[in-house]
Structures are given as C-alpha cells and as structure tokens.
C-alpha cells in the first residue's frame, strides 16, 4: 500500500467511524442509565460531525490535487457463507457522488444539530431525541458513501428507524404513535423491495459490489454489465424502494404524518436528506436505468406524477409544515423525471440546493407565522394572497374536484388501505381461523387461551 493510499484509507476510516462512536457513546450513556448532561451531548454530536466533515473535505482537496476520481475503502468480508456464496462485503467509495452528499449531509446535520441545541432546551426527551438523531447521521453516512448494496441497505434502515421513531418522538399521545407506525409501515414494504433487489443482484453478478454491476467506468460514465430485461427487473423493484423512501406517488400520505416530529427532525428529514435518499439511489444505480428504455420511462413518470401531486396537494394544506413537505415532493419528483432523462450533475446539483432551502424554511416555520401575525397586526389588515394564475382556466367543477383531491392528499391512504392493507388482513385472517380449527380439533376444546387475556389499553387515562 502506498503512503497515498495508506492516507486515504486512514481519513475514509475517520468519516465512516465518527458517527458510529457518536452513536455508541449515546447509546451506551442511556443503556447503563448514565444520562449525560445537554452540553455534553452538544459538544460530542459537533465533534462527530466534524470529524466526518473535514476528512471527507482533505480527501476532496487530494483526489482534485492528483485527479483521482474513485477512492475505494476496503473494511474486509464481515459475513461469509461460501455454501450460498454470499459474502457481506464492507466497502465505500470515495467519488463525484458520494463526496457531494457526504458532505451536505454533515453540513445540514451540523447545522441542525446545533439549532435542535436550544430548540430543545430543557425538554424531556433531549437526550432520546440526539440518539435518534446519531442513528440517523450514522446511517446518512453509510449510505452516501456505501460501495456494495448490502452496505448500502445496512444505512437505509437506520434511516428509516430513526425516522419512524423521531415520529413518534411524543409517545405520549397516540397520534404520533400511530403516524410513526404507519410510516413505518410504508418503509417496510420499500425495504422488502431493496431486499428482493439486492438478492436478485447477487444472483445476477455474484456479488452485491456496485463495480460488478459496472462493465467499465465509475459513476456516471459505468455501464451496467446486465442485459435490458434484467435492469428492469432489478430497477422496477430500486424504484419502488426509492419511491417508499422518498413518499413518491402512491406512497405519498406517510409524508404529513411525518410531520408530528419535533421541527428539527421535520427539517433534516423531510425537508433535506431523507427525502432525498430514495433519489440519491437511483443515482447511485443509474447506469442500470440506463440499460432500459422502459425502465427510463417508468422513473420520469412517476416523477412527473409526483410532481403534479406534490404541486397540487401543498397549495390546498392549512399547515405550514405540511405545506413544505409536500412543497419538497415537488422538487423530489422533478429530480426523479431529471434522472430518468440522464441529467445526473442537474439532478445533484438540484438535491444539494433544494435540501439547503427547505431546511432553512423548515426551521424558520414556527417564528414566520409569529412574524406574519405581527405583521397583520401592524398594518390592520390581512397580507395579500397570491393565487395561481392558471386556477382561471379551469372549469368550476374541476377546480372543486383538484381542491378535494389535494385536500384528501390524493386518496392514497384510503387507495392502499382499501387494495393493499385489507386483503393482507382479511388473508391473516383465514389463516387465523384455519390454525385455531386445528388446534381446536387435536385438543378437543377451545386451544386458543390468549383470546380470554385481558388487552392492554391503548390510552390509560380512557381506560381508568
């Protein structure tokens, strides 16, 4: 190894460990019940992502200095069965992709963090909410610069966790509870989707290395090394992980149920990075859209579509939350239709601008409507509203119905609760019943003892 490659290797280690020994302090702090103080919790969150940021930025400025364009980072095997031929393969790459979103992600991470500091001041759950927050910085940081898919699947679920928890950060009442069920729900069926991905990729190259995918190049210029037919097997299934992840069309309903967070998380998650993930996948494995045409043309329509739903769904929200996030699925799917047409700098370019623009309105939400009421107080009178110009060319009736259907966030949750989730439980169901006659019949009575249990009360205070 040379003493170049030693450098690399030594300061790629220090941006991936960083977040992992932020994450484990944390934990280990609230595992033993030695809670640390906010100062303390501050400073140690600052330093992670320093330690993260000015590694990733010494690699840029030496890769620019000798025009190196990939730097891979080989952790070993930590998995290896030889009788499935699988092997789970610790690799990150260092390139024109992963460097930018790296290094947007400690950016709004720190700048987050260190809003989140006093935003939270003195709260209950301080503490609980930085170590999802650690979770989630670990998992950004694995993702951006994962090399291998299984890597990369490792960082998407503690993304995912975290968030479905930091929904749920006001356990409390049921409503976030719920909302962080549901979203983790919708999570679930996009990870089942990257899962069968990942094991169809293995199946195809042998291995779960995105350079095995590549035939020649590194990103953007690779090819996929599969043929059309098999891109758009694998691609179908990465687009419904990324249109999960993302809340692209049908999953956009999780989006303003995410939103019963505490702002800061609203901000990072679905406003900056998150939001952004399932878009920084397609990126990531654009030479196999690339391969198919169809394929190609099922990304830029569904980007479309969530664009149009986005567009449509934020004018009709009477909260200012819910109004950006799905002001941010516009933009998500405008990015998506800039893939699926192979502008991936544009559509880099227009991750990194529009994730520092929404986390800025996304924390400035709560004291802009304290300045407009002032404002309006001040002059006597309400601000003007401007109204879209293009609403004039439209029939009444039609009006009504777009005002209802982005009122309703175009139907989805009632369109998967009605054709995804009831025929699941009406199956779970038959299957129940068939079990409990079996059993009945080899005991010769009622075998089912857990349905004479006293229930758990969801709400206490109902209860007593």
């Known amino acids: 190894m040379t003493p170049l490659h030693l450098l690399f290797h030594i300061l790629g280690t220090a941006v991936v460990v960083s977040p992992i020994v932020l994450l484990a302090i944390l934990g280990l702090s609230t595992l033993v019940n030695r809670p640390l103080s906010e100062t303390s919790i501050a400073r140690l969150t600052q330093a992670a992502v320093l330690f993260s940021l000015l590694p990733a930025v010494a690699i840029l400025v030496i890769m620019l200095a000798t025009d190196i364009r990939y730097v891979p980072i080989e952790l070993g095997n930590w998995v290896t069965i030889p009788e499935e031929q699988f092997q789970f393969h610790l690799k990150f790459a260092f390139d024109r992709l992963s460097i930018p979103f790296l290094m947007l992600s400690c950016v709004l991470c720190g700048v987050v963090g260190a809003f989140t500091r006093r935003y939270l001041h003195r709260e209950e759950g301080y503490g609980r909410f930085f170590l999802y927050y650690a979770m989630f910085f670990c998992g950004m940081v694995l993702s951006s610069l994962a090399s291998t898919i299984e890597t990369l699947f ?3 679920e503690m993304v995912g966790l975290s968030s479905a928890l930091l929904v749920a950060y006001f356990h409390e009442r049921t409503n976030p509870v719920r909302n962080g069920q549901r979203v983790w729900s919708i999570y679930r069926l996009s990870d089942a989707a990257f899962l069968i991905a990942a094991i169809t990729m293995h199946h195809m190259t042998g291995e779960g290395d995105f350079g095995g995918l590549m035939s020649s190049g590194v990103w953007p210029e690779g090819t996929a090394a599969i043929t059309s037919s098999q891109a758009l097997m694998v691609g179908a299934l990465l687009l419904i992980a990324a249109a999960g992840k993302s809340a692209l069309f049908p999953f956009s309903g999780w989006l303003p149920r995410a939103m019963e967070g505490p702002t800061p998380s609203s901000a990072i998650f679905y406003g900056a990075l998150s939001v952004h993930l399932g878009a920084f996948l397609l990126l990531r494995l654009s030479p196999i859209l690339d391969a198919s045409l169809t394929l190609q043309v099922m990304v830029i329509s569904l980007g479309v579509v969530s664009a149009v ?4 769904m934020s004018r009709v929200q009477n909260d200012v939350k819910v109004s950006l996030a799905y002001a941010s699925l516009t933009q998500v799917g405008i990015i998506v239709v800039e893939i699926g047409m192979g502008l991936k700098y544009l559509a880099l370019i227009h991750i990194i601008g529009h994730a520092s623009l929404r986390t800025m309105q996304l924390l400035r939400a709560p004291t802009l409507l304290r300045d407009y ?3 309006e107080n001040k002059m006597g009178m309400r601000l003007p509203r401007d109204s879209w110009v293009g609403v004039g060319f ?13 009122f309703e966030r175009g139907f989805m949750d009632i369109a998967l609760d009605k054709w995804i989730v009831q025929p699941f439980v009406r199956v779970f169901h038959w299957c129940d019943s068939v079990e409990r006659q079996v059993t009945d019949a080899l005991s010769h009575e009622a075998s089912r003892e857990s349905d004479h249990a006293e229930l758990h009360p969801e709400d ?5």
């Open 154 to 156: 490792v960082g998407w």
């Open 309 to 312: 739903c986005g567009a449509v």
């Open 373 to 375: 009421s002032d404002l």
């Open 394 to 406: 439209l029939p009444p009736r039609m009006q009504r119905w777009c005002y209802r259907f982005g």
């Open 460 to 464: 206490i205070k109902s209860a007593a």
